[in-house]
């Protein structure tokens, strides 16, 4: 099917093509830019392309492909970086340069690369569509290979392949390989949805504690400019317990996804303490890449973060921040002259927003295993106005909201993460399960920790009154016994050994800080003033 294009206004291009389908690919012009229908009329379509249109002119060809935009889906996954239609950077920019040309088409997974395939299915066997038939090893991953579809196996065999070549075959001759692919707008499949029951432990005390996240569940990370959104993505991309990592970064600064690589690459996986990239697979947009990459990334993302999912892993995407994908809607959806709702973004937001967080959750995969898609996405509201319509469109489906204080972080208070106005609706679910596996107190010293930072609040105001010499010596105490907990244990530094804890040591920290305050208290009580007491060596923070 081919025709021409009618019009170009930047990345969006009118074609005269008809019979074309939303979303389906398109290759436009004679470069052959890879475009994607947005808007069907009558007689044309918009399309919006993904590659920069300089030099394209009206009158040359285009043609339909017949498929939606895919993401390839085998082995070679893991450690690899990708732009946002999942063509890997670094082949581009070996081949391209730092700009990407016209057409690039190279593809995730055509390196001559062997992998070692087992087949747990054989000839004459009838299998189900995601099926487990066999596996392939990716360094210490067992990478599990499922059917395409239901059938019968004529054969199927072990050896050395590369993605393309067929390790066997249906029983009507259609070849079967470790590599598949599938269309990033549609969610993948599965069994049926469980609802989440396992803490995701971040390592992150003020999370954990606080407002625990859910294995399966969602989380927003809101805050200003400044206020450690992605220092808090990236401590959680390096520590959490999860077995594999899709970090979806779109570098508000400079040379943010160089670093993160950077780092990343010389990093150890605290849990299995193998390198940390093995388990881990990079989106990156860059600045200049055009809006409609940058739309489709958090797709492209999602898909392969669900494909490991279906093998019954615990996967974790991570997007900083979700806002630039708004706004590269908002920029798709004025181009195309669509009625702009709220601050000109589209009044579809809230639904797409809400069908990619969605796509999170504990499910009964096809093969028959459990496996989790956890997603904890960072928002950066204008001004760090927190009514702005992102922000407002992610909280209306987010399970958790880890909001970042820009006066905390003023005073230098990390990760500054409000304990007032923060909200997890997994919280009791998940300390129930502490309780269970790490301590039995730990509900009780929730309790306690709360109460004090409670406390601190109301007496700072009335200290702004009364002065605090006005202060009653047990008052002073909650107030010194508040302070340590925001600056020991509320404050983690993401530079130093502190960036991790696991809930043990939280449990022990924070009871060492309330055996502390009880200690405290009995003396009060006995007469002795804070001071005195302090010094008579009954705070540990004080004789170490
Ligand atoms: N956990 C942390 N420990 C130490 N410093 C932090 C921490 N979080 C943030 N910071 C400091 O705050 C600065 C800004 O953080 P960043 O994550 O880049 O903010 P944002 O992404 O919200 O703009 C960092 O460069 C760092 O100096
Ligand atoms: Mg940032």
């Given at each position: 099917?081919?025709?021409?294009?009618?019009?170009?206004?930047?990345?969006?291009?009118?074609v005269d093509l008809k019979g074309l389908r939303m979303y389906e690919i398109v290759l436009v012009g004679k470069a052959g830019l890879?475009?994607?229908?947005?808007?069907?009329?009558?007689?044309?379509?918009?399309?919006?392309?993904?590659?920069?249109?300089?030099?394209?002119?009206?009158?040359?060809?285009?043609?339909?492909?017949?498929?939606?935009?895919?993401?390839?889906?085998?082995?070679?996954?893991?450690?690899?970086?990708?732009?946002?239609?999942?063509?890997?950077?670094?082949?581009?920019?070996?081949?391209?340069?730092?700009?990407?040309?016209?057409?690039?088409?190279?593809?995730?997974?055509?390196?001559?690369?062997?992998?070692?395939?087992?087949?747990?299915?054989?000839?004459?066997?009838?299998?189900?569509?995601?099926?487990?038939?066999?596996?392939?090893?990716?360094?210490?991953?067992?990478?599990?290979?499922?059917?395409?579809?239901?059938?019968?196996?004529?054969?199927?065999?072990?050896?050395?392949?590369?993605?393309?070549?067929?390790?066997?075959?249906?029983?009507?001759?259609?070849?079967?390989?470790?590599?598949?692919?599938?269309?990033?707008?549609?969610?993948?499949?599965?069994?049926?949805?469980?609802?989440?029951?396992?803490?995701?432990?971040?390592?992150?005390?003020?999370?954990?504690?606080?407002?625990?996240?859910?294995?399966?569940?969602?989380?927003?990370?809101?805050?200003?400019?400044?206020?450690?959104?992605?220092?808090?993505?990236?401590?959680?991309?390096?520590?959490?317990?999860?077995?594999?990592?899709?970090?979806?970064?779109?570098?508000?600064?400079?040379?943010?996804?160089?670093?993160?690589?950077?780092?990343?690459?010389?990093?150890?996986?605290?849990?299995?303490?193998?390198?940390?990239?093995?388990?881990?697979?990079?989106?990156a947009n860059t600045s200049n890449m055009p809006v409609a990459a940058r739309e489709a990334s958090i797709y492209t993302a999602v898909?392969?973060?669900?494909?490991?999912?279906?093998?019954?892993?615990?996967?974790?995407?991570?997007?900083?921040?979700?806002?630039?994908?708004?706004?590269?809607?908002?920029?798709?959806?004025?181009?195309?002259?669509?009625?702009?709702?709220?601050?000109?973004?589209?009044?579809?937001?809230?639904?797409?927003?809400?069908?990619?967080?969605?796509?999170?959750?504990?499910?009964?995969?096809?093969?028959?295993?459990?496996?989790?898609?956890?997603?904890?996405?960072?928002?950066?509201?204008?001004?760090?106005?927190?009514?702005?319509?992102?922000?407002?469109?992610?909280?209306?489906?987010?399970?958790?909201?880890?909001?970042?204080?820009?006066?905390?972080?003023?005073?230098?208070?990390?990760?500054?993460?409000?304990?007032?106005?923060?909200?997890?609706?997994?919280?009791?679910?998940?300390?129930?399960?502490?309780?269970?596996?790490?301590?039995?107190?730990?509900?009780?010293?929730?309790?306690?920790?709360?109460?004090?930072?409670?406390?601190?609040?109301?007496?700072?105001?009335?200290?702004?009154?009364?002065?605090?010499?006005?202060?009653?010596?047990?008052?002073?105490?909650?107030?010194?016994?508040?302070?340590?907990?925001?600056?020991?244990?509320?404050?983690?530094?993401?530079?130093?050994?502190?960036?991790?804890?696991?809930?043990?040591?939280?449990?022990?920290?924070?009871n060492r800080i309330l055996a502390d305050h009880e200690r405290l208290e009995g003396r009060l009580a006995a007469g002795d003033t804070?001071?005195?007491?302090?010094?008579?060596?009954?705070?540990?923070?004080?004789?170490?």
């Amino acid at each position: 099917m081919s025709g021409t294009i009618t019009g170009i206004a930047g990345p969006t291009v009118t074609v005269d093509l008809k019979g074309l389908r939303m979303y389906e690919i398109v290759l436009v012009g004679k470069a052959g830019l890879t475009g994607e229908v947005v808007r069907l009329e009558r007689e044309r379509a918009v399309l919006q392309v993904y590659e920069d249109t300089r030099g394209l002119a009206v009158g040359e060809p285009v043609r339909g492909t017949a498929r939606p935009l895919t993401a390839q889906l085998g082995p070679g996954l893991l450690g690899g970086m990708f732009d946002g239609l999942q063509r890997p950077l670094e082949k581009l920019l070996e081949r391209d340069g730092p700009f990407i040309s016209g057409g690039s088409s190279a593809s995730v997974l055509d390196s001559p690369r062997q992998w070692h395939f087992i087949p747990v299915k054989g000839p004459g066997d009838r299998v189900t569509a995601g099926e487990t038939i066999g596996q392939a090893e990716e360094g210490a991953f067992r990478h599990l290979v499922s059917a395409p579809r239901d059938g019968v196996l004529a054969s199927l065999a072990a050896g050395s392949y590369s993605v393309c070549q067929a390790v066997g075959s249906y029983d009507d001759g259609s070849p079967i390989s470790v590599c598949q692919e599938w269309p990033v707008r549609s969610p993948r499949p599965c069994r049926r949805r469980l609802p989440p029951t396992e803490p995701l432990v971040t390592g992150q005390r003020v999370v954990d504690f606080l407002y625990p996240l859910a294995r399966g569940g969602t989380a927003i990370i809101p805050g200003g400019f400044g206020t450690g959104k992605t220092i808090l993505e990236q401590s959680v991309a390096k520590f959490s317990d999860v077995d594999l990592v899709v970090y979806v970064g779109c570098g508000e600064r400079g040379n943010e996804m160089a670093e993160l690589l950077e780092e990343f690459a010389g990093l150890n996986d605290p849990w299995t303490s193998r390198r940390l990239m093995e388990r881990t697979i990079v989106v990156a947009n860059t600045s200049n890449m055009p809006v409609a990459a940058r739309e489709a990334s958090i797709y492209t993302a999602v898909t392969m973060a669900e494909y490991f999912r279906d093998m019954g892993y615990h996967v974790l995407l991570l997007a900083d921040s979700i806002s630039r994908w708004a706004e590269a809607l908002r920029e798709i959806s004025s181009s195309l002259e669509e009625m702009p709702g709220e601050e000109g973004y589209p009044t579809y937001l809230a639904s797409r927003m809400a069908g990619f967080m969605e796509r999170a959750g504990v499910v009964e995969t096809m093969n028959g295993t459990v496996g989790s898609l956890s997603m904890i996405l960072s928002v950066s509201p204008p001004g760090g106005d927190f009514t702005e319509p992102v922000t407002q469109a992610c909280l209306r489906t987010a399970g958790a909201f880890l909001m970042l204080d820009a006066s905390l972080a003023h005073r230098r208070h990390f990760p500054a993460v409000n304990w007032f106005q923060s909200f997890s609706l997994y919280e009791q679910t998940m300390v129930q399960h502490f309780s269970r596996i790490v301590d039995a107190g730990w509900t009780e010293a929730r309790r306690r920790c709360r109460t004090l930072l409670q406390r601190e609040e109301a007496l700072r105001e009335v200290a702004e009154i009364v002065g605090l010499e006005g202060m009653q010596e047990q008052d002073h105490l909650i107030l010194h016994s508040a302070e340590r907990i925001r600056l020991e244990f509320l404050c983690q530094n993401a530079y130093s050994e502190d960036a991790f804890s696991s809930p043990e040591q939280i449990m022990a920290m924070m009871n060492r800080i309330l055996a502390d305050h009880e200690r405290l208290e009995g003396r009060l009580a006995a007469g002795d003033t804070l001071e005195a007491a302090l010094g008579k060596g009954g705070d540990e923070h004080a004789s170490q």
